[in-house]
């Protein structure tokens, strides 16, 4: 019997493994549906999809860096401890290198993974049939600077490249590669203490920059200001905001006095060529994700009532 696609897409709904295992286990078992899902069980594989649907909000952050150009992953499992697992770390590390090399998320999934065979995501199923638990590949990032360079940094690191926050700054500028290298490694760490929420004032989100404005203007006006003197009064607010959110007009967390925008002149300065922040970006394990809380008191109090 001929594997077709239909019979591959139907095993994977059943069984939640890989494709391409889906494929080789048609292969082996002539076409039979049920064999090939006892097939995929013996090999551990059919196991990953029971595990789906639990949450997986720790894991690491993996940035690799080749030349001018960067990338970072944030791949998820449920402990922490499978964070300390070498196997993990190493299929972090790679996922990282990979993404060198793709323009988004969706192709590093659809990449194929070194040495096996497989695409990524059917990689990703296989780990979670060895490993034990949920994963997840959740984003990644890429970061390039036609010349300069791309500067990564790993907040209290578990191995090389590899940690809970990870941060990449691209400097373009015609500055030795040491110098711009030692200036993106302090902006990156005061982005890692200060998690801006954008490089410039101009690329704020317009509805936050909104929502702030009209809690402002109502705090104004609660005060019994008129709406024309709130309004005034929100000009200077915003300033302050912007000074607490933006990373060119945060105060450095280094010296605590000086602008990011003025720490990036001054380096330019001495540096003798213009450097210029172009990006940056700042991952945190595992956050915006709903962690479920368990209430183990509770749930030994039903299981003796």
């Known amino acids: 019997m001929s594997v077709t696609a239909a019979l591959v897409k139907e095993l994977r709904e059943k069984s939640g493994a890989g494709m391409m295992d889906c494929k080789k286990a048609l292969g082996e078992t002539g076409g039979d549906m049920d064999a ?63 993404a060198l090399g793709v323009a988004d998320l969706e192709a ?8 096996t065979g497989r695409i990524v995501s059917d990689e990703l199923t296989q780990k979670i049939a060895t490993i034990g638990e949920n994963m997840a590949l959740r984003r990644m990032h890429k970061i390039e600077v036609s010349n300069g360079v791309v500067v990564p940094y790993i907040h209290n690191a578990t191995a090389e490249g590899l940690g ?23 902006l990156a760490m005061h982005i890692a203490a200060t998690a801006p929420a954008s490089l410039s004032v101009d690329e704020l989100d317009p509805e936050a920059v909104n929502r702030e404005r009209e809690v402002l203007i109502e705090q104004a006006k609660a005060s019994g200001k008129s709406q024309e003197i709130a309004e005034k009064m929100v000009e200077g607010r915003m300033k302050k905001y912007y000074q607490e959110v933006v990373l060119l007009e945060q105060t450095s967390v280094i010296d605590g006095e000086t602008r990011i925008a003025d720490v990036v002149a001054k380096a330019g300065k001495d540096a003798g060529s213009d450097i210029a922040l172009t990006e940056f970006v700042r991952f945190n394990l595992g956050e915006g994700i709903d962690r479920e809380e368990t209430d183990f008191a509770a749930e030994v109090a039903a299981q003796l009532a």
Do not use: C, H, Y
């Open 36 to 98: 090939a899902i006892d097939w995929l069980r013996t090999k551990g594989l059919a196991t990953a999809a029971k595990k789906s649907g639990r949450v997986a909000a720790e894991g690491l952050v993996a940035i690799a860096v080749d030349g001018t150009k960067g990338a970072v992953i944030e791949l998820n499992a449920e402990t922490d401890f499978v964070a300390r697992n070498t196997e993990f770390q190493g299929f972090a590390a790679s996922l990282a290198s990979l």
């Open 108 to 115: 590093l999934n659809a990449a194929d993974f070194p040495g």
């Open 164 to 186: 809970r926050i990870g941060v990449m700054v691209g400097l373009q500028s015609d500055a030795d590669a040491a110098t711009l290298s030692a200036l993106g490694k302090q």
